[in-house]
């Protein structure tokens, strides 16, 4: 049902390759989607027969286009005809009270909540899957005046629906804000709210639009920069989903991008991107996406319990903004304890110092680091070199020193994520 699967590869100690099999993109937990199949397998004539049924059973009950219409019908009830229903989280025209006459209802549905679909839809909250952590406003507004300033007036919203219906709701209540937002997400829920030239379904795994040609014609058409309107992405992925399946699907839209620009005449290297995403990533962003970098801004979610503005040490938010523009393009606000480091050339956390032996601005988590001679690199505050380990670690931790090594190929000097004899997704 979420469009194509992944070829994954099950791996044992010892074994140098496991068997491969398709599993669903989006759902890492067989609850949520029980997809699955051995590469080689051959699949019974009935099987598939079942499996078509089962993936048209489980599409949305109306279109987007019927939804768009059902929109139009609802903005024309008066308010005490306007209702909600939280079970189906599905707007109710009044034909179709009675068969939800025993769920739940919010009632006088206001144009404002009409225009910020995100507050009222249940966040859904499979980490894995969907995990709808909503920005915090002063996150979103901080996105959006960053975007504004940077002279960006196209924005490719990639499972951002609070930046996007901000966007929205300033195009329509102020004449004079030229930016534009299109949504791909996952959450089928907001065609109730959007054209078909507002959102598109989308599976951010497998870069599979769920409209078909109509749709990607529609992103594709957003893409091409008309009158010189500057476009970026804005991406803010589930934390748990993996890294190469996203980078993949990321370059797809940005490929997609360099065909628009042949067609402009102009000849960037890469389309502009925000991907937003835990710093202790960094390493894995970095090694599909060279040309990015991370800033020391700290994103904030409405709906996250640890990631909120103003906690301190381990408390504070670990997500970052990962982008390819230029690091000292990107201001971030003084009055929120940022300072523009001059030797850097970018602005880092206030507690963030500079180390000459590394010549960076070495933390990632915002409290100060220190420099262990021996690592030859800058280390958390709560670290202490280890001789057993040899390098540096939580003081109470326990000593692993094993010939062991990685438990894919048996050898020593990497994990199991990065070795060489592990098939990749």
């Given at each position: 049902p979420l469009g194509p699967a992944l070829l994954f590869v099950k791996t044992g100690e010892g074994k140098e390759e496991g068997r491969r099999f398709y599993a669903c993109s989006a759902c890492r937990d067989r609850k949520d989607c029980n997809f699955f199949q051995w590469e080689d397998e051959k699949v019974s004539e009935t099987r598939l027969a079942a499996r078509e049924e089962y993936n048209r059973n489980h599409q949305p009950f109306f279109t987007h286009r019927q939804n768009v219409e059902r929109y139009k019908n609802f903005v024309l009830l008066p308010l005490a005809k306007r209702k909600f229903c939280q079970e189906c989280q599905q707007l109710l025209l009044p034909a179709e009270w009675e068969e939800h006459s025993d769920h739940q209802f919010l009632c006088d549905i206001s144009t404002a909540q009409l225009k910020r679909p995100s507050q009222l839809l249940y966040p859904l909250e499979n980490k894995k899957t969907n995990a709808q952590y909503l920005f915090a406003d002063r996150s979103c507004q901080f996105l959006l005046d960053l975007i504004i300033d940077l002279g960006f007036r196209r924005v490719l919203s990639v499972g951002t629906p609070r930046l996007h219906e901000m966007i929205q709701s300033k195009a329509s209540q102020e004449e004079d804000f030229r930016v534009r937002s299109l949504l791909l997400d996952i959450d089928f829920r907001y065609s109730q709210f959007y054209t078909e030239d507002e959102f598109c379904h989308y599976n951010m795994f497998n870069h599979f639009f769920f409209g078909g040609e109509a749709a990607r014609e529609t992103c594709r058409k957003f893409l091409y920069q008309d009158n010189g309107e500057r476009v970026i992405m804005v991406t803010d992925p589930p934390f748990g989903g993996l890294v190469e399946a996203?980078?993949?699907?990321?370059?797809?839209?940005?490929?997609?991008?360099?065909?628009?620009?042949?067609?402009?005449?102009?000849?960037?290297?890469?389309?502009?991107?925000?991907?937003?995403?835990?710093?202790?990533?960094?390493?894995?962003?970095?090694?599909?996406?060279?040309?990015?970098?991370?800033?020391?801004?700290?994103?904030?979610?409405?709906?996250?319990?640890?990631?909120?503005?103003?906690?301190?040490?381990?408390?504070?938010?670990?997500?970052?903004?990962?982008?390819?523009?230029?690091?000292?393009?990107?201001?971030?606000?003084?009055?929120?304890?940022?300072?523009?480091?001059?030797?850097?050339?970018?602005?880092?956390?206030?507690?963030?110092?500079?180390?000459?032996?590394?010549?960076?601005?070495?933390?990632?988590?915002?409290?100060?680091?220190?420099?262990?001679?021996?690592?030859?690199?800058?280390?958390?505050?709560?670290?202490?070199?280890?001789?057993?380990?040899?390098?540096?670690a939580l003081q109470n931790h326990t000593c692993e020193k094993t010939d062991a090594g990685c438990f894919v190929c048996g050898k020593a000097g990497?994990?199991?994520?990065?070795?060489?004899?592990?098939?990749?997704?």
């Open positions: 996203l980078a993949s699907s990321f370059k797809k839209l940005m490929a997609m991008w360099k065909e628009t620009e042949k067609e402009v005449g102009h000849n960037n290297q890469e389309m502009p991107v925000f991907w937003i995403f835990p710093y202790f990533f960094e390493s894995r962003i970095l090694e599909f996406f060279p040309s990015f970098s991370m800033m020391d801004y700290q994103v904030d979610y409405d709906n996250h319990a640890l990631y909120k503005h103003g906690k301190t040490g381990r408390r504070q938010s670990p997500v970052r903004i990962f982008t390819n523009l230029t690091p000292s393009m990107i201001v971030l606000p003084v009055e929120e304890g940022y300072r523009f480091c001059a030797i850097c050339q970018r602005y880092v956390s206030s507690g963030n110092q500079h180390c000459e032996i590394c010549n960076s601005c070495t933390s990632k988590d915002g409290r100060r680091w220190k420099h262990c001679v021996l690592c030859k690199k800058c280390v958390k505050p709560s670290w202490f070199h280890c001789n057993n380990c040899n390098c540096c990497h994990k199991r994520s990065t070795c060489p004899s592990l098939s990749h997704t």
